[in-house]
């Protein structure tokens, strides 16, 4: 008989989510919840990783996030919202699974590499930050994750999860832990507002969920369309155009989308129209999800209620995993 | 008012422990429980970062040292005695810290370079053990230690200890972390039965408090004196030899052992009857602890009842850390 997957995914909770979470992970959430046990969780240890200066700030977004997902329809009765500093067994099996890894492992992680250079830590990297992999290793199999949705760049944290998966049954002579699959989402990335390759918290070129209308509606009328289009007669472009990018996305209508695109190319066709009818599309898909976040805003404790109340799942979830893990290990200490 | 210092010392759970134990801590140990609160560690997680395909040993010399400790004269009711597995908090405090200590910091630590090179890692070390300085530090700041008795090799150990203490301190606005102090015992470090300059479970010139009388004698009998010294009439050296080393250290009286050296420096004296006296000594005072272990062996589950006594002491004392820890990172969710 073959065993549902047990799909892992989840934040740092750095900040609120925006249109790249929505297309990039939070969709396919909705589908996955429908079909596996999937748990969510709010990262709030790995955003430390890098944020440890600024921790009220992770806890804040912590609850944030939560409103997030349940405005887009993440719901708790299908997924379990988790926050991950209060599983103590992450950082138990972190500890464990650290001596599985040599640092030399850890230095040629590409997924890594790249983030030190893009974080700029130069020569100061964060020895938490370093070994975040392994933290990540011990995030999914502390559930017993078999499925975890990641982006094509994380794909190397998924072989690392594997290999330690691999090494820890090996020396330890058990099958408890379980390798998992990286399930690489089909959609393309979003590219920010303006027209960078990544819509990002920290380039400032997000829609976020929370954004109130009037804030979307400036944010899209600010978009980078063509910067030679200047007059409405000029003929314009296409390509690299973010709000035919956006309307390629979000339209439901795409031969409406088609002969936008055709007008715009020949001429006649205003950036201010494009961006109005861009706006229209995002507007009904935000809106019934900026009114729920609203609603569950007003009762924030009903949101900490459901977030803590996953937590305790995953808690009970996470002990009994641990129980196993000592077992093998020979740190079951208990009287003979 | 001053506060009482509160001193944390232990063990790597990886053999019995040895003369060179007893001498280079175990007496001290003695001493300061009179004086001060001890917490006594059974570093089984320290021990598993080189010996993680052996838990099973680990596991069993966790037992086989508690049984040292108490005959050698370690109080559970003035010293606590635990077992650093259980103990979850040391796990997330060590999590915490990673994000205080740069990877470089951690290359620079001259204990574990010199610890890297004895154990012959090479390029591959394992990422645990790498780490294991901010281990040391959670293991301290856990139950708020003050005063860390450690060799002089162990005092950048201590440093970092510190230096993580003072950076939380200062990120977190706090001052609920305590800054320790090394206490370097005076005792001169025993050396090897062979004359190596270290007692070693791993070196095979060790004599353990647990080694049964005959034991005992034949390996007095087989120390390393002067190669020299062929015939009982010939004059022999005392630098160096390690029966006049022992003697030196274990002998009540001075004035006897000045007087064998001389007669040995002189010639007439064979090696047989310095050995002899030597195992006279030793078994007055192994003999004691040696009873007492044979009658603490008959009860295990008594030993590790004390054990597992202790642990949940420690666990409670834990926790408020962790309390007072999540408090100041703002990572103590409950309902608002």
Redesign the interface.
């Given at each position: 008989m073959e065993t549902k997957p047990i799909v892992l995914t989840g934040d740092r909770p750095t900040g609120c989510l925006h249109l790249g979470h929505y297309v990039g992970s939070l969709q396919n959430r909705l589908i996955l919840q429908d079909q596996y046990q999937q748990y969510v969780m709010l990262a709030?240890?790995q955003a430390?990783?890098d944020n440890?200066?600024h921790?009220?700030k992770?806890?804040e977004n912590?609850w944030q996030v939560a409103l997030d997902y349940l405005a887009v329809g993440i719901d708790p009765e299908k997924s379990t919202i988790f926050?991950q500093?209060?599983i103590?067994?992450i950082?138990?099996l972190?500890?464990?699974y650290?001596?599985?890894?040599?640092?030399?492992?850890?230095k040629r992680n590409p997924t890594v590499k790249t983030e030190i250079q893009q974080k700029g830590f130069g020569?100061?990297?964060?020895?938490?930050?370093?070994?975040y992999p392994?933290?990540q290793a011990a995030d999914i199999t502390v559930v017993k994750g078999t499925l975890v949705p990641v982006g094509e760049d994380q794909l190397p944290m998924i072989e690392q999860t594997n290999e330690i998966v691999r090494t820890f049954n090996r020396?330890?002579q058990t099958d408890i832990l379980k390798e998992c699959q990286a399930l690489v989402p089909k959609a393309a990335r979003l590219p920010g507002t303006d027209g960078k390759a990544k819509m990002g918290k920290s380039l400032g070129n997000a829609i976020y969920l929370s954004d109130p209308q009037e804030v979307l509606l400036k944010k899209v009328m600010q978009m980078y369309t063509d910067p030679k289009h200047l007059r409405v007669v000029d003929p314009g472009q296409v390509e690299g155009n973010m709000v035919f990018a956006y309307l390629d996305i979000f339209s439901p209508d795409p031969v409406r989308v088609a002969e936008l695109k055709e007008h715009y190319q020949r001429g006649g066709l205003g950036d201010v129209k494009i961006k109005q009818y861009l706006f229209e599309v995002l507007d009904a898909q935000l809106s019934p999800i900026r009114d729920r976040r609203a609603q569950l805003s007003k009762d924030?404790?009903h949101v900490?209620?459901i977030?803590?109340n996953g937590t305790a799942q995953v808690e009970a979830v996470a002990a009994q995993t641990m129980l196993e893990v000592?077992k093998v290990?020979?740190?079951d200490?208990?009287?003979?």
């Open positions: 709030d240890v430390l990783t440890y200066e921790p009220e992770v806890r912590c926050i500093s209060m103590p067994q950082a138990e972190t500890i464990f650290l001596n599985l890894v040599t640092v030399n492992r850890l020569e100061s990297i964060p020895a938490g930050f370093f070994m392994v933290s020396i330890y924030l404790t900490q209620k977030v803590l000592r290990m020979h740190l200490y208990k009287l003979k």
